[in-house]
């Protein structure tokens, strides 16, 4: 699968680890940033994603900030961006299932890597279920 990766600073120690278990999955993996702790500002690195994700150069997005909140908010600003911000492999399950999901955001401030690399695999793993579904998700454009 072809995935677009983008942190802020607080978030690029867990993207680094997210992206090495991706590549030994076998991933295609696009890292969109940040490289290092130097601040910057999330907007950017959601814009990146997004626009890789809608236009269709990766299939899903990983995007991961301190909380994981503003990131997300910038992410789905972005029509045919659905951005999941998860905590637990419910979450990121139902994310998929119910929404069809193609960005998944993690907390790096709140959500311990063991569960975020939990969260990641249900999230690539899982594929929509449609019907009833589909017409909601039809409804968010």
Do not use: W
Request: aromatic share 2%.
């Amino acid at each position: 699968m072809r995935i677009a990766l983008g942190a802020d600073h607080a978030g690029v120690a867990a993207k680094q680890h997210l992206k090495e278990t991706l590549v030994r999955a076998g991933h295609e993996v696009s890292d969109l940033g940040t490289q290092g702790e130097a601040s910057v500002d999330y907007p950017d690195f959601a814009h990146a994603v997004a626009h890789a994700v809608a236009e269709g150069r990766a299939e899903r997005g990983v995007l991961i900030c301190g909380t994981g909140i503003g990131i997300s908010i910038a992410a789905n600003r972005h029509p045919g961006i659905r951005a999941a911000l998860c905590h637990d492999t419910t979450g990121a399950r139902l994310s998929r299932q119910h929404n069809d999901a193609n960005v998944l955001v993690l907390g790096a401030r709140v959500t311990g890597i063991e569960t975020a690399l939990d969260c990641l695999s249900a999230f690539l793993s899982t594929p929509f279920e449609g019907g009833r579904h589909s017409r909601r998700v039809d409804k968010m454009g």
